[in-house]
């Protein structure tokens, strides 16, 4: 018996388990829940949905431990007028990591202000992608809210490594959306819910009029962020490269959501990159980042004078 035991532990150690495609944080944050709801549910809810991100197997690719994805969501919770009926705001964070550096590129940094869902505690948080709505809409949607976004940093992530590596996590995430709950309260999944929604996040990626923008990302981490350590100012040729493709995509199609999520949580990244370079690029990335991301123009203007 005890050889036994011994060969399947060598066995084991030759064959280690395959990692799941996520390292997710979860925070769940109630400061505008009222007083009288149970606390502890909200404790069991953060666990319930790490487990839900990082246990679940989203691909048929393998991952090693040291290949998956960091990322973070916070759900913050306010109370409804129905028992155990919530709205909520979700911040998405996803970074990447930089080639035989250990820093971590942003490529998502997302909030979400759509959010519905009806959770009581110890409630198992199911879903499958055949029967998305489920039972009961605003059960399901909070699942739904969670696999759509868990396809979307998986489908980031890809395509930074490949022009189309993410399409077909992509695609996953529009069948969550084509399938998605409905019913009152419920929103984010139509175009006509807004203008930056997940509606428009996957018409965007999904689009082939928008096919530029599978370019763009893969230029800006592999032939830019990647490239840094072993040549900085090729690699920042790369990375003004993609910015004038991506002015050029946008002069075409204005006010494309995909447009502003690119850009979102990577101010400091850009003026630390366009800070270091020759003056006649550096006026140049100032110049297209001022007029490309508007909520830090001035910030742009004045770090890279």
């Given at each position: ?5 011994l060969?399947?532990?060598l066995?084991i ?15 769940v944050v109630?400061t ?9 549910a909200?404790k ?25 994805i ?6 913050n919770?306010e109370?409804?007028d129905e ?12 970074a ?12 998502i940094?997302?909030?979400?202000e ?16 055949n029967?998305?709505t489920?039972?009961?809409?605003l059960?399901s949607n ?5 696999a ?17 590596g ?9 069948n969550?959306?084509?399938n998605?709950?409905?019913g ?13 929604n ?5 018409e ?24 840094m350590y ?8 790369e ?21 502003q999520?690119?850009?979102q ?5 850009l003026?630390?990159?366009f ?15 001022a ?9 742009y ?5």
């Amino acid at each position: 018996m005890r050889k036994i035991i011994l060969f399947f532990l060598l066995l084991i150690s030759f064959h280690p388990l395959e990692a799941q495609e996520l390292r997710a944080r979860v925070t769940v944050v109630t400061t505008r829940v009222s007083n009288n709801v149970n606390r502890n549910a909200f404790k069991t809810l953060e666990t319930a949905l790490v487990n839900f991100l990082n246990n679940r197997k989203w691909t048929t690719d393998t991952y090693a431990a040291n290949e998956r994805i960091d990322c973070n969501f916070l759900l913050n919770l306010e109370s409804t007028d129905e028992i155990n009926v919530y709205n909520a705001t979700l911040s998405i964070q996803a970074a990447r990591p930089v080639f035989n550096t250990s820093y971590l590129s942003p490529i998502i940094n997302f909030r979400d202000e759509n959010i519905a869902f009806k959770y009581q505690e110890f409630q198992q948080l199911e879903f499958n992608e055949n029967r998305v709505t489920g039972s009961d809409p605003l059960i399901s949607n909070l699942t739904a809210i969670f696999a759509y976004y868990a396809y979307m940093v998986i489908g980031f992530d890809a395509m930074s490594f490949g022009q189309h590596g993410g399409d077909p996590f992509f695609q996953k995430a529009q069948n969550i959306l084509n399938n998605a709950p409905d019913g009152r309260n419920i929103s984010g999944w139509k175009a006509f819910d807004g203008i930056r929604n997940r509606y428009w996040l996957a018409e965007n990626l999904l689009n082939t009029r928008y096919e530029v923008i599978h370019q763009i990302y893969y230029i800006y981490y592999r032939l830019g962020m990647d490239k840094m350590y072993a040549d900085e100012n090729a690699a920042r040729t790369e990375l003004l490269n993609a910015l004038n493709m991506m002015e050029a995509f946008n002069a075409d199609n204005q006010n494309t959501m995909i447009n502003q999520f690119f850009f979102q949580g990577k101010s400091g990244e850009l003026i630390g990159i366009f800070s270091k370079a020759k003056p006649p690029d550096k006026i140049r990335a100032a110049d297209l980042l001022a007029k490309l991301d508007i909520t830090n123009a001035s910030k742009y203007k004045e770090q890279l004078k």
